[in-house]
């Protein structure tokens, strides 16, 4: 089955910097979501984002599905960022959403 | 738009007993919802699809007899633990695809086993 790998596993940040997660899959893909999990464990939606790029406040993701990975930029970073931050995948000719590995952030005050 | 209401949002019980867990789509019909489970500090990892009228399909490895998954109307999804033992806590979130949005997710439910 396809796999998904997030880097960086972990990530510390002062308030107010930047930061670039990624995610990388290993076979084709008919979407991909970019979700944070909050410390209560809800799954918020970031992005729907099977390629392209969008932007939503201080926050923008970029997927090229050609060569199969998906980025995931926060700016200005808030200590409301902090969490886990998931990228899942649909991989073609399928229609099961596959979650990566993850990115836990933590931003200090 | 495009809500799945999960209930409850956490659960303790005694070893040996069922838990049921419903998720329901509020404002739009989920033909197909999708059952996730996740252990602290891990990714979630998907258990079964559940169809609307037809039986749930289990991931490999995931034990039907002890996970029940019923899909009988087009709004709501359940999930039963059966004879639940330790092991099976756990945080267990549902979804459903929705045309051009992507997945929606529930809330999740934290389930205590004691």
């Known amino acids: 089955g396809i796999q998904v790998e997030q880097s960086p596993p972990d990530l510390i940040l002062q308030e107010g910097a930047n930061s670039t997660l990624r995610c990388n899959f290993s076979d084709s893909v008919n979407n991909l979501q970019w979700f944070h999990q909050n410390p209560w464990g809800q799954l918020i939606n970031l992005f729907y984002i099977p390629s392209g790029t969008k932007q939503n406040g201080r926050l923008s993701a ?42 836990r952030l933590k931003v200090l005050a | 738009g495009a809500v799945v209401s999960q209930h409850p949002s956490w659960v303790i019980c005694k070893s ?86 992507g997945y929606t997710f529930g809330s999740g439910t934290r389930l205590t086993v004691v």
């Open chain 2, 16 to 101: 040996g007993t069922s838990v049921k867990i419903e998720c329901r789509s509020l404002d739009f019909q989920a033909t197909t919802m999708f059952w996730y489970r996740q252990f602290p500090k891990q990714s979630l990892m998907l258990m079964a699809t559940s169809n609307e009228g037809s039986k749930a399909t289990y991931e490999q490895g995931v034990e039907k007899d002890k996970f029940l998954i019923n899909h009988a109307s087009l709004t709501l999804s359940t999930l039963t633990v059966t004879s639940a033992h330790p092991e099976d806590s756990s945080f267990y979130i549902c979804s459903a695809a929705v045309v051009a949005y």
């Open chain 1, 62 to 103: 970029t997927t090229v599905a050609t060569e199969r990975y998906s980025l995931l930029y926060i700016s200005s970073s808030q200590t409301t960022d902090s969490g886990v931050y998931f990228c899942a995948v649909v991989a073609s000719g399928t229609y099961k959403y596959i979650f990566g590995t993850g990115t």
